[in-house]
């Protein structure tokens, strides 16, 4: 936990945002303020039968805790919940989406999204929904390596399908998991991801001209349930 709190210090969030981070902590760990900081879950699964969704959100409590987020501004959907586990998760003070977004969320502050192993288009729907310097640069992916999707995907394909995750790599930050061999099957390809408002600016403007909603037509393995 600590490695992973230790990326969040290098965040190069835009002037108007430094006052959401206070001084490190002499642990070493950054603290935020609270209540400018939110959380979004997406994609965790049904940790009543699987063990990796169990790790998964136990970790994000863990980082509500550590970043001192209320549970109340962490929200969190996936469409396999159950009524038992939608019970839970409002017992624990988390706030439950009820409809599914696929990914849309438009952010107006400093938003950690948590999203492991989620499918590319939920990134890329996300990338969208929020397509200008102002909203990315207050966003925070905690999710499948950007660089890995890159690196396994044709330039082509990327370019057709995923579009928006093709046009913010140049404007990325982003900082790997640890590793650690017990928790391989939890973590693996996951990566800390933050947008800089200066390598945002220095992304062609014509990047930014183009806004229209995905829509996946020729995509043929789409990781998403969608509505």
Not at 13 to 40: A, T
């Amino acid at each position: 936990m600590s490695e992973v709190l230790c990326s969040f210090e290098n965040l190069q969030l835009e002037p108007s945002q430094q006052s959401v981070m206070k001084p490190s902590s002499h642990s070493g760990e950054p603290v935020f303020k609270s209540s400018h900081l939110r959380c979004v879950c997406y994609g965790i699964g049904s940790f009543s039968s699987c063990v990796i969704s169990r790790y998964q959100l136990a970790f994000l409590l863990l980082l509500l805790e550590k970043l001192q987020i209320p549970k109340s501004q962490c929200y969190i959907f996936d469409p396999l919940f159950s009524e038992l586990e939608i019970g839970v998760l409002n017992d624990l003070g988390v706030t439950v989406i009820l409809e599914n977004e696929e990914g849309k969320h438009h952010i107006h502050e400093v938003t950690i999204f948590y999203m492991i192993h989620c499918g590319k288009a939920l990134y890329n729907n996300l990338l969208w929904s929020n397509w200008s310097i102002d909203a990315l640069s207050k966003m925070i992916i905690i999710g499948n390596s950007f660089k890995g999707i890159e690196e396994r995907l044709l330039a082509r394909i990327l370019e057709r399908d995923y579009l928006y995750i093709a046009k913010v790599l140049k404007g990325t930050e982003e900082a790997a998991f640890p590793v650690h061999p017990q928790y391989m099957d939890i973590f693996n390809d996951t990566s800390i991801h933050w947008f800089p408002l200066q390598k945002l600016k220095e992304l062609p403007p014509e990047a930014w001209q183009f806004q229209e909603e995905p829509v996946y037509q020729e995509c043929d393995d789409l990781e998403i349930i969608r509505k």
